[in-house]
C-alpha cells in the first residue's frame, strides 16, 4: 500500500477530475478500495476534490469558442499520436489550474458539459461507496466468487438501508448479459440491481436492506427484464 500522502492526494485530485490513465488510473482505483476508506484525511481530499471538480464542470454556460483557440484545438486533434510516456502527477494546485481550462472548454460545447456532469456524478458515486465501507456502524462483507472472478466487497447500513458493493480487476459478462444482485430470503427474493464493470471497476450504491433478507447472490444473466429469481450462472455470494 502507498504511504506517501503527497502522491495520493495527486492520484486522487486526478481521479476527480477524470485524468488518469493506465498505471496512474489502476493505481488510484486500488486505492479507492483499500486505503481511503481507512484514512480520514484521505477521504475528505477525495470528498472535497469532487466538490470542486463537479462545480467547475456545471459552472459555465455554453458558448462558441474563439476562431484561434478552436483552430489551435482542430490542429492539437488532428496531430499524429506522440511517443507513449507515462503521464507526469501533478499537484493539487496545477490540479485545479487544469480543471479551469476543462471549464474553459465546457463552456465552448454543450455535450462536453454534459460529459463533464456525469463524470462529476461518478465521483460521488465512488465518495458515497466509501463512505459506506468506512462507516464504523457498516456491517462489512466479503462476496466470494463462486468462479473465476476475484472477491467483491460489500458493507450495508440498515438506518438508511443502503448497500455498497466495489471491487476492481472484475471481468465483463458475456456480451448481451449483466451482473444482477439478488437478495435471497425466506419470504421471497429480490432483484436489487444490475451492472456491468467499467474498465474492470465495479462501485454500486443500492436502496436496499440485506438485514431483512439471508443472502446475497450475484449472478451472469441476460440483459432485460428479471425473472422472480436467479436462473444464470452465480458469479458471487456471501451469508447474511
Same mark, same amino acid.
Given at each position: ?15 476527480? @477530475?477524470? &485524468?488518469?490513465?493506465?498505471? $496512474?488510473?489502476?493505481?488510484? $482505483? ?9 484514512? $480520514? ?6 470528498? &472535497?476534490?469532487?466538490?470542486?471538480s463537479g462545480d467547475l464542470a456545471l459552472g459555465a454556460p455554453p458558448v462558441a469558442p474563439p476562431d484561434l483557440v478552436w483552430r489551435r484545438l482542430r490542429?492539437?486533434? +488532428? ?9 507526469? +502527477?501533478?499537484?493539487?494546485? %496545477?490540479?485545479?489550474?487544469? /480543471? ?5 472548454? /465546457? ?9 463533464? %456532469? ?9 465518495? =458515497?461507496?466509501?463512505? =459506506?465501507?468506512? $462507516? ?6 466479503? @462476496? ?7 472477491? +467483491? ?6 438506518? *438508511? /438501508? ?20 439478488w437478495l435471497i430470503g425466506v419470504s421471497g427474493n429480490r432483484q436489487a440491481g444490475d451492472f456491468r464493470p467499467t474498465d ?11 438485514? +431483512?433478507? &439471508?443472502?446475497?447472490?450475484? =449472478? *451472469?444473466?441476460? %440483459? ?12 458471487? &455470494?456471501?451469508?447474511?
Amino acid at each position: 500500500m502507498i504511504e506517501d500522502h503527497d502522491r495520493i492526494e495527486e492520484l486522487l485530485a486526478g481521479h476527480a @477530475l477524470g &485524468s488518469l490513465e493506465g498505471e $496512474d488510473r489502476v493505481e488510484a $482505483d486500488r486505492l479507492l478500495i483499500e486505503h481511503v476508506p481507512t484514512c $480520514d484525511t484521505c477521504r475528505a481530499f477525495l470528498e &472535497s476534490s469532487t466538490r470542486i471538480s463537479g462545480d467547475l464542470a456545471l459552472g459555465a454556460p455554453p458558448v462558441a469558442p474563439p476562431d484561434l483557440v478552436w483552430r489551435r484545438l482542430r490542429k492539437e486533434v +488532428l496531430a499524429p499520436p506522440a511517443p507513449r510516456r507515462r503521464r507526469a +502527477l501533478f499537484t493539487w494546485s %496545477s490540479a485545479v489550474a487544469a /480543471a479551469a481550462v476543462v471549464v474553459g472548454l /465546457a463552456a465552448w460545447n454543450t455535450s462536453l458539459n454534459t460529459r463533464l %456532469s456525469n463524470e462529476a456524478r461518478s465521483q460521488r458515486n465512488v465518495s =458515497t461507496a466509501i463512505g =459506506t465501507i468506512a $462507516d464504523p456502524t457498516a456491517k462489512k462483507l466479503r @462476496l466470494d466468487s463462486t468462479t473465476e472472478p476475484g472477491p +467483491l466487497t460489500g458493507a450495508y447500513t440498515t438506518h *438508511e /438501508a443502503h448497500l455498497t458493493i466495489v471491487g476492481v480487476d472484475v471481468p465483463d459478462p458475456a456480451p448481451g448479459r449483466v451482473y444482477r444482485v439478488w437478495l435471497i430470503g425466506v419470504s421471497g427474493n429480490r432483484q436489487a440491481g444490475d451492472f456491468r464493470p467499467t474498465d474492470g471497476l465495479v462501485v454500486l450504491n443500492l436502496t436496499v436492506d440485506p438485514s +431483512l433478507f &439471508s443472502r446475497l447472490v450475484i =449472478t *451472469e444473466e441476460p %440483459s432485460g427484464r428479471p425473472g422472480p429469481g436467479p436462473a444464470g450462472v452465480q458469479r458471487w &455470494s456471501t451469508a447474511l
